[in-house]
Structures are given as C-alpha cells and as structure tokens.
C-alpha cells in the first residue's frame, strides 16, 4: 500500500516566498511526497519554479481560478483530488525542516494525526522562538492547545482515519477548525517534541496584519459559540471542555495584547499567551 504524503500549498502573491517552501520540501529525507501546489491567483507557479531550476516530477500544479478565493476553499478542492492515504499542509510562506515528513510518517503507523513543534520565524527567516518544543508525547484533544499554542496547520494525518474539510466562511482560525473535525474520529495527536516546521510570521498574512485582534476575537467568540452547542462531536469526552478552558484564556490574552506590545514592542502573541496557560 502506498505509503505518499499530499503535501497542500496555496499560492496567493507567492512569487517570493513560494519558492523556499518547495526547496524545503526537496529537501525532505522520505522521499515519497507528492506535493500539490493550487495557485489563487491566477499565477502560472510551474513556469515559475521551472525558472528557479525547482520543478520535480512529484510536484502536482492546479490552480483555483480565483483571483483571491481564498486558502481554505483552495485546499478544499485539493482535498477532494488527491489519493494519498496521508496529507500535510504546508502555507507558501513556511518550510518544513527536513526530516519532517521522515518522523511523520512513522509515527503515523500508531497515530491517526501527527503534530509539531514550531521553529517561529521573521519574514527574514530569522529565529524568534520555539513553540511545542519538548520531549515527544501523546496529547488528548482537552490539552493539545497548552502544547501546541499557536498554529495549527503543521499537522500530518491518515486520511482514512481522520477527515474534514476547511471551513470557507471563518477568516481566522481555520486551522483549528480542521481540526476539530478530524478529532471527531480522532482522541488526539501524536507530536514530535523537536522543531520540525518553520512557522514564518509575515506582516501581510491573515494571521498577522492589520485588524488581525478583532478577527481572531471573532474567530475565537465562533469557536466558543459551536464548541457549547455541540457543533464538534469529539472522539476525547474531556476535549470540549479543555478547549473551551484554553479559548477563554486565549481571548484574555488577545484582550491584553495591545497593553503588551505597548511594554514589549518587539513581543509576539505567543510570549503573550504562553504565560497565561502556565498560570
């Protein structure tokens, strides 16, 4: 049985930065990859990497034919294409370390999704922090979120174990979301303690322009709002009221956020939140 990781990558004004992400999927140590590249804005991306001496035959080129539909819609339409028994995302403007896709995999044979932790990065690709970083461990969904506190598209899962589709009408937190719907059939996730994928902060994404506070805000309120009504039956009996604990606590920190960068100007949400979940 095939044994093929579908790596997903939307590509929205990705000239830049598009090409670092598939360097480091080149670069992975498992070889069996394919990776599906679905452009949103209308961009030829093949012509593109085949200029920077980057195609390969593994590489699987769509396109929405959006001008700007969306991230979400775009790897729902991928999700409903690919045949890998496995899939990974992976956003234009992150990498993946090396060897990520290498420790996926094995831990996959016992683990339905397997999460990791993040190298977080500047738009230069400079170190700011580690998130999740500690000894490998299995995490029910109730505390997945006080390990994994920032980010959630770093994950790998078996998709005949696990499924779900992005929620087109959320602009934040989407992620998570995907989430919630494969921990339906899902206690958890299996993660890999050791940085394994390069979560790079640029000042125009979703996650981190202007306005963000108030949509993440929304987003959050959204999430509270379904996890009370039901709206995610979970596999983990514990996992809605953990993830209500950590929303609660994450919307505090979002409240707070403003009066913090005003203290520490070069500080990320993470540095932000983190101490919150310790208390």
Do not use: C
Request: glycine residues 6%; aromatic residues 8%; proline residues 5%.
């Amino acid at each position: 049985m095939t044994r093929t990781i579908a790596v997903i990558t939307p590509a929205y004004q990705a000239e830049t930065l598009l090409p670092q992400a598939v360097r480091s999927v080149l670069a992975q140590t498992n070889p069996d990859w394919e990776h599906w590249i679905i452009s949103d804005d209308l961009v030829d991306y093949e012509a593109l990497l085949g200029r920077e001496g980057l195609l390969d035959p593994r590489q699987r080129f769509r396109s929405s034919g959006k001008l700007g539909g969306g991230s979400t819609r775009a790897r729902n339409l991928l999700f409903d294409e690919i045949a890998t028994p496995y899939a990974a995302i992976l956003d234009a403007d992150d990498r993946l370390k090396p060897r990520k896709l290498e420790l996926a995999l094995a831990a996959l044979a016992d683990h339905a999704i397997v999460s990791v932790a993040l190298d977080v990065m500047d738009d230069q690709y400079r170190h700011r922090r580690f998130v999740g970083d500690g000894p490998d461990k299995v995490l029910r969904t109730r505390d997945y979120k006080f390990t994994s506190l920032s980010m959630d598209s770093m994950i790998v899962w078996d998709r005949r174990k696990a499924d779900g589709r992005y929620d087109t009408e959320l602009r934040n937190m989407t992620d998570l979301d995907l989430l919630l719907q494969l921990w339906r059939t899902a206690p958890g996730t299996f993660h890999l303690g050791t940085p394994m994928h390069d979560y790079v902060k640029i000042k125009t994404s979703m996650s981190n322009s202007t306005g963000v506070t108030a949509r993440m805000i929304a987003a959050k309120n959204t999430l509270v709002e379904r996890l009370k009504a039901g709206f995610y039956p979970l596999a983990d009996p514990e996992g809605v009221e953990g993830l209500l604990r950590f929303l609660t606590i994450s919307l505090e920190a979002e409240a707070a956020y403003d009066a913090y960068l005003e203290a520490h100007p070069d500080g990320l949400f993470e540095d932000n939140l983190e101490p919150r979940l310790a208390r």
